[in-house]
């Protein structure tokens, strides 16, 4: 029964380092999705997964970001070569995977590039 | 592309009365789904409401409710009988009903409550 979690809560990383955040969904849910949410504004979507293959990964914004799902459950955002625009608050949600189903979402992971 | 509009950045209301935030959306589908989310300080979006676009009634629960203006592209939130704790950032999204799965946000609007 436990809900959406991520890890870490917070980082903080130098401009130029290579960061990874992870997300565990709902059990059982087969769709997940990552989100970034810079202050003030609504997140704004990145990749969807559906099992283990990435459907959607139109709103990844270059190719410094890349994002894995090896076994269908765990998630991993990584980015290379981080820059300070890549600072934001990236959140992750899971769902059943069934058309219009609602989106859990985690607690996010607030990422600070120095 | 769809785009989600909130044009309220900031609302505040009285603790007990009810209050409306406004929500309007640019698509040219017709089967989709829309949803209210609440994001208080702890970060973590939490589902409000949600209204599928083929049914004619407004979504309700509990103190929440929705107006749903499928002509007019509108999707207001009314809250009654407001409280403390719905103090939060609030959320509309819009989904497609058919391909791309993700959500698209609004700007949100922050609700604040007077005690």
């Known amino acids: 029964g436990a809900g959406v979690s991520q890890t870490p809560s917070n980082k903080v990383t130098e401009k130029g380092k290579y960061v990874e955040l992870r997300c565990d969904p709902i059990s059982g849910h087969t769709a997940l999705y990552w989100y970034r949410q810079s202050l003030g504004q609504g997140p704004e979507f990145l990749i969807y997964f559906q099992g283990t293959g990435a459907a959607d990964d139109s709103g990844l914004p270059n190719d410094r970001f890349f994002a894995v799902r090896p076994e269908g459950s765990v998630s991993t955002l990584k980015i290379q070569r981080t820059e300070r625009g890549d600072s934001a608050v990236y959140l992750c949600?899971?769902?059943?995977?069934?058309?219009?189903?609602?989106?859990?979402f985690g607690p996010g992971t607030r990422l600070t590039v120095l | 592309a769809q785009t989600v509009t909130q044009s309220q950045p900031e609302m505040s209301v009285q603790e007990a009365e009810t209050v409306t935030l406004s929500c309007t959306y640019d698509t040219s589908e017709s089967d989709y789904y829309l949803f209210w989310y609440k994001q208080p300080p702890s970060r973590q979006m939490i589902l409000v409401i949600r209204q599928e676009a083929y049914k004619q009634q407004n979504a309700t629960e509990n103190r929440f409710s929705v107006n749903f203006q499928k002509a007019a592209k509108s999707f207001s939130l009314k809250i009654s009988d407001s409280q403390l704790g719905d103090a939060a950032m609030y959320f509309c999204?819009?989904?497609?009903?058919?391909?791309?799965?993700?959500?698209?946000f609004g700007q949100g609007t922050r609700l604040t409550i007077n005690p």
């Open positions: 949600a899971s769902s059943p995977g069934v058309m219009g189903d609602t989106q859990y």
């Open positions: 999204a819009y989904r497609s009903g058919q391909g791309a799965q993700k959500l698209v």
